[in-house]
T-cell receptor
Framework: GEDVEQSLFLSVREGDSSVINCTYT??????LYWYKQEPGAGLQLLTY?????DMKQDQRLTVLLNKKDKHLSLRIADTQTGDSAIYFC????????FGKGTRLHILP | DAGVIQSPRHEVTEMGQEVTLRCKPI?????LFWYRQTMMRGLELLIY????????DSGMPEDRFSAKMPNASFSTLKIQPSEPRDSAVYFC????????????FGSGTRLTVV
């Protein structure tokens, strides 16, 4: 079946890099996504990667995909206070399945 | 485009009352999704529609929940009768079937049943 797992919390010092990890179960996933949810708001698409890619970079964001291990990660360089949010990993076959989200806390 | 529009933003109701949540998807999107978010269970897919037709309602918790999409620009999620355990944030999302861009979410309706 489809399942997406990620750790629930991550604390990072301002200016350091944040790495949020995720594992998924369905090897036929076409796309994998990272969404960001700020307090009181809906989920916002941050970035996505096609399953035949192993890396995608977009400014401070780097997505790494290890399809063999079904492992996806999101690296945020130079983490800022505005990055404080919940980050959801998701996989897509006929519909998108979300993980429970990782709450990123920024330490001063 | 104004994005996915949900109403109301907040709803407080008494147990046993009927609650109707509304969603207007992005114009041109042909898939619509209803999610429920709670601390305990995270984000749960309740039901989704393709071209106004319900495709998968296996996530709808009970017969008290029903959803309709009478046309491409409007959907409702109804709970009748409501119970305190239905308290959650309900999100609507829309997308274009088959495209890679993921879903666009509304801002959600925070439902509190007392």
């Amino acid at each position: 079946g489809e399942d997406v797992e990620q750790s629930l919390f991550l604390s990072v010092r301002e200016g350091d890099s944040s790495v949020i990890n995720c594992t998924y179960t369905d090897s036929s996933s076409t796309y994998l996504y990272w969404y960001k949810q700020e307090p009181g708001a809906g989920l916002q698409l941050l970035t996505y990667i096609f399953s035949n890619m192993d890396m995608k970079q977009d400014q401070r964001l780097t997505v790494l995909l290890n399809k063999k291990d079904k492992h996806l990660s999101l690296r945020i360089a130079d983490t800022q206070t505005g990055d404080s949010a919940i980050y959801f990993c998701a996989e897509s076959i006929d519909k998108i399945i979300f993980g429970k989200g990782t709450r990123l806390h920024i330490l001063p | 485009d104004a994005g996915v529009i949900q109403s109301p933003r907040h709803e407080v109701t008494e147990m046993g009352q009927e609650v109707t949540l509304r969603c207007k998807p992005i114009s041109g999107h042909n898939s619509l999704f209803w999610y429920r978010q709670t601390m305990m269970r995270g984000l749960e897919l309740l039901i989704y529609f393709n071209n106004n037709v319900p495709i998968d309602d296996s996530g709808m918790p009970e017969d008290r929940f029903s959803a309709k999409m009478p046309n491409a620009s409007f959907s409702t999620l109804k709970i009748q009768p409501s119970e305190p355990r239905d308290s959650a944030v309900y999100f609507c999302a829309s997308s274009t079937l088959g495209r890679a861009g993921g879903y666009t979410f509304g801002s959600g309706t925070r439902l509190t049943v007392v």
